[in-house]
């Protein structure tokens, strides 16, 4: 076959960055309205345990080192661990396949707690 694959033109305004982060922003912030207050507060808590070991982690290690439940909506994570990145807690690491079985291996963000944050909690 010799001939080239034609792409079509972009449906328009499907391509624009600047609604897809308000779009992101307003799920976040719809994520976290109506999350139970208890699992904000303790899923921050273990961020925090977690940034100051210093080591790369993910939602799935919050879990297996016990230090808060699974959420009611697996959509709580992320506005969770993006708050943290805000305040200067945690970065961004890289990307590796979950660890929960309740996502099947799927691709998730790994994080590390800043080294400010970790002097800081010294």
């Given at each position: 076959m010799t001939e080239q694959l034609q792409f079509s033109e972009p449906v328009e305004g499907t391509v624009n960055p600047a609604a897809g982060e308000a779009a992101k922003a307003d799920g976040m912030a719809l994520a976290l309205a109506n999350a139970p207050v208890d699992w904000i507060a303790r899923c921050a808590d273990a961020i925090e345990v977690m940034a100051r070991r210093g080591v790369e982690f993910q939602?799935?290690?919050?879990?297996?080192?016990?230090?808060?439940d699974e959420p009611d909506s697996p959509n709580r994570w992320g506005p969770a661990f993006l708050r943290a990145a805000a305040a200067g807690v945690i970065e961004a690491r890289g990307y590796a396949?979950?660890?929960?079985?309740?996502?099947?291996?799927?691709?998730?963000?790994?994080?590390?707690?800043?080294?400010?944050?970790r002097r800081s909690a010294a």
């Open positions: 939602a799935a290690d919050l879990i297996a080192e016990q230090l808060v396949k979950s660890k929960r079985a309740t996502v099947h291996s799927s691709i998730c963000r790994t994080w590390q707690g800043t080294a400010e944050y």
